[in-house]
């Protein structure tokens, strides 16, 4: 399966973005999907995650009440609705899927697809 992340762009303090992540097959209900996100000279690090058959969502505790992760199974597709950006929020955006494990949803580790990233830069 690959994934294509895109939606980024530049936008002021305070605005909103929405990333898409498609996956070019069908993606079943046993995976579990998240994004991470990596600034220049920092570790890749964990932002949202929509788990797998309930669909159960968790967010880091820097965007959680700011950022909505859903998923629509009929076009394969995962969401990151961002609102209210800062400028901490600028980084590469990811997003990555499982059908391993996610106890540790968190950890760069667990997801063994990623897609290539997208761009996403919050100025003051």
């Known amino acids: 399966v690959q994934l294509q992340a895109c939606g980024g762009g530049l936008v002021q303090a305070g605005g909103s973005l929405r990333l898409s992540c498609a996956a070019s097959?069908?993606?079943?209900?046993?995976?579990?999907m998240a994004w991470f996100r990596q600034a220049p000279g920092k570790e890749r690090e964990f932002v949202a995650t929509?788990?797998?058959?309930?669909?159960?969502?968790y967010y880091s505790d820097s965007v959680r009440g700011r950022f909505t992760v859903s998923k629509d199974a009929a076009k394969n597709t995962m969401y990151l609705q961002m609102n209210s950006l800062k400028p901490d929020d600028t980084a590469v955006y990811y997003c990555?899927?499982?059908?391993?494990?996610?106890?540790?949803?968190?950890?760069?580790?667990?997801?063994?697809?990623w897609g290539q990233g997208t761009q996403v830069t919050v100025s003051s």
């Open positions: 990555a899927t499982t059908y391993g494990p996610t106890s540790t949803y968190w950890d760069v580790n667990v997801y063994s697809n």
């Open positions: 097959t069908r993606i079943s209900g046993s995976a579990s």
């Open positions: 929509i788990r797998r058959s309930g669909g159960a969502t």
